[in-house]
């Protein structure tokens, strides 16, 4: 063979082999996913945005929980989405938060109250978290600390009496204060009322004639004309701090407690205190369920809410109990399982898992909510269409019912169900018998929220928020609404009607932060 001609063919060969290497290179590229990092580095080394940030993180470094407060681009696109958001545990993100404040003129010398917080933990949580996203709007800068009202621990119908604790009787203070200084820097917290300089509750109501701390009604002040339902979420949002803040500087307004006159602007020495209207104000739900959730982006939705953290001492006691239930589950539920399915007790350990119960049928229950039948004729179902018939946790205020609904489960489905005090002990449960009614609801909602599928009840904000709540396991932070179906939705399914957007309370749904 000439050598021109042997040259050609060991060229071609060359060609031929580089085309298929570099064709070998864009098939794996274009197999991975698109999330803009170099081929050859791995998911968890890479953090987009190309920061220092970024840079320091493909060195092995960890990124700490608080470097997502800063709403830069890497924060909005690094490692938060792979946070489990329906994790009690996870981590806070708090740039939604920062953003959200950063957009707000602020108006000093005005000072939110948010006090009225009445009813159960999700009654509670809803109203002090609306408040605030309300005072934020308003371009507060203080916010004097929630408060909660005490329910009647001989009386459980009787849930706003005078007496009130501070937030840590539920919630995570330190937290909500780091979280706030963090983000929102422009509004100063206070301790009480007392503690707002300048501000003398006595001379205030002298000097108008009208309440020291007036009450404000975000509906009527912003006084748009319109039908709608007295149960539909405020559609005036984004004219609510505008309106407010007109009203700060013309002194007068119309609203529920009548024309509220300003005798000068609100200054740092002359501060003045709003409160939002409470629900014995008008024939309509309280700011409590206002506040459409998702009016600020999927990403401040699902995680306005973990501002309110619980009280550490009942999440420690919560996670006790999950332990405790996932053990019950591992040594005796899941053996009964295998047994029936003809596997004899089988071998080595059981994952453990089990249907998570809210059973609302004590006697503060509402006549017209679902009943003891209808629910528990819906859960055994969906425990049997899920394959979850050997162990159920029920949450309920009530031993009774509890007691009750085991006996009904156990003849129908064979399961075995149990409740917070079967699964601690010693000084966890003596601990447990010390809490109020309503701290040990959080108990439940902890053990709740690790099950391995939820029943609830439709007309429970409790429930509504454990739903809520478990769905943003899907997506994280971009996590998208729950749909409210008749037969559930992906890890939680409530009983009730779901035809009617206000008889039904599907409103809530829009109104509550998950």
Same mark, same amino acid.
């Given at each position: 063979m000439e050598p021109s001609v042997k040259g050609f063919f060991l060229r071609r060969r060359a060609i031929i082999g580089l085309l298929g290497l570099l064709l070998s290179i864009w098939t794996v590229r274009w197999l991975m996913p698109n999330d803009g990092r170099p081929f050859w580095m791995s998911e968890d080394e890479y953090i987009p945005g190309g920061s220092d940030d970024g840079k320091e993180t493909a060195k092995g470094e960890q990124p700490t929980a608080q470097a997502s407060s800063q709403p830069s681009a890497a924060a909005h696109q690094g490692p938060d989405y792979r946070v489990d958001l329906s994790d009690l545990d996870a981590p806070y993100i708090g740039w939604p938060l920062k953003r959200v404040c950063d957009e707000v003129e602020p108006v000093e010398g005005v000072v939110w109250v948010c006090d009225k917080n009445w009813g159960g933990m999700g009654n509670i949580r809803n109203f002090i978290l609306n408040c605030l996203r309300y005072g934020i709007e308003a371009g507060a800068t203080g916010l004097v600390m929630p408060e909660i009202h005490l329910r009647d621990e001989e009386d459980i119908t009787d849930y706003i009496t005078p007496l009130k604790a501070p937030l840590s009787y539920m919630f995570?203070?330190?937290?909500?204060?780091?979280?706030? =200084?963090?983000?929102?820097?422009?509004?100063?917290?206070?301790?009480?009322?007392?503690? $707002?300089? +300048?501000?003398?509750?006595?001379?205030?109501?002298?000097?108008?004639?009208?309440?020291?701390?007036?009450? $404000?009604?975000?509906?009527?002040?912003?006084? $748009?004309? *319109?039908?709608?339902?007295?149960?539909?979420?405020?559609?005036?949002?984004?004219?609510?701090?505008?309106?407010?803040?007109? +009203?700060?500087?013309?002194?007068?307004?119309n609203g529920t407690t009548g024309t509220v006159t300003l005798l000068q602007p609100p200054s740092p020495t002359a501060p003045r205190l709003f409160r939002? $209207?409470?629900?014995?104000?008008?024939?309509?739900?309280?700011?409590?369920?206002?506040?459409?959730?998702?009016?600020?982006? !999927?990403?401040?939705?699902?995680?306005?809410?973990?501002?309110?953290?619980?009280?550490?001492?009942?999440?420690?006691? =919560?996670?006790?109990?999950?332990? =405790?239930?996932?053990?019950?589950?591992?040594?005796?539920?899941?053996?009964?399982?295998?047994?029936?399915?003809?596997?004899?007790r089988g071998e080595g350990r059981g994952e453990g898992r089990f249907l998570g119960v809210h059973l609302r049928s004590e006697v503060d229950a509402e006549?017209?909510?679902?009943?003891? &039948? &209808? *629910?528990?004729?819906?859960?055994?179902?969906?425990?049997?269409?899920?394959?979850?018939?050997?162990?159920? +946790?029920?949450?309920?205020?009530?031993?009774?019912?509890?007691?009750?609904?085991?006996?009904? !489960? *156990?003849? *129908?489905?064979?399961?075995?169900?149990?409740?917070?005090?079967?699964?601690?002990? =010693?000084?966890?449960? /003596?601990?447990?018998?010390?809490?109020?009614?309503?701290?040990?609801?959080?108990?439940?909602?902890?053990?709740? /929220?690790?099950?391995? +599928?939820?029943?609830?009840?439709?007309?429970?904000?409790?429930?509504?928020f454990l739903a809520q709540r478990r769905h943003l396991q899907a997506d994280g932070l971009h996590t998208r609404q729950f749909k409210v179906r008749s037969e559930g939705f992906g890890r939680s399914f409530v009983v009730g009607p779901k035809e009617l957007y206000f008889d039904h309370w599907l409103f809530i749904w829009d109104a509550a932060w998950p």
């Open positions: 995570d203070e330190a937290h909500f204060r780091t979280a706030m =200084g963090e983000n929102c820097p422009h509004i100063t917290l206070y301790n009480s009322t007392r503690d $707002v300089p +300048y501000f003398d509750a006595t001379a205030a109501a002298t000097a108008t004639g009208e309440p020291a701390i007036p009450e $404000v009604d975000p509906r009527t002040l912003v006084s $748009v004309p *319109q039908k709608c339902d007295a149960a539909e979420t405020d559609r005036h949002v984004d004219r609510f701090g505008e309106r407010f803040r007109a +009203y700060m500087s013309s002194g007068t307004t939002m $209207v409470d629900k014995d104000k008008r024939p309509a739900l309280p700011v409590m369920w206002a506040w459409p959730v998702h009016r600020d982006g !999927a990403e401040f939705a699902n995680t306005f809410g973990t501002l309110l953290r619980f009280n550490p001492r009942l999440m420690r006691l =919560g996670r006790r109990a999950l332990e =405790g239930m996932r053990e019950f589950s591992r040594t005796i539920g899941d053996e009964e399982e295998a047994g029936r399915r003809g596997g004899g006549k017209f909510w679902p009943t003891y &039948e &209808e *629910q528990r004729a819906a859960y055994l179902r969906k425990a049997a269409e899920k394959n979850l018939t050997s162990v159920a +946790y029920v949450a309920c205020g009530d031993a009774g019912q509890i007691a009750r609904f085991g006996r009904d !489960a *156990q003849a *129908q489905l064979g399961m075995t169900v149990v409740s917070k005090t079967d699964v601690l002990a =010693g000084a966890d449960l /003596a601990e447990l018998e010390g809490l109020t009614w309503d701290q040990q609801a959080i108990v439940d909602f902890i053990v709740l /929220a690790g099950s391995d +599928y939820f029943v609830g009840n439709s007309r429970s904000s409790f429930s509504i």
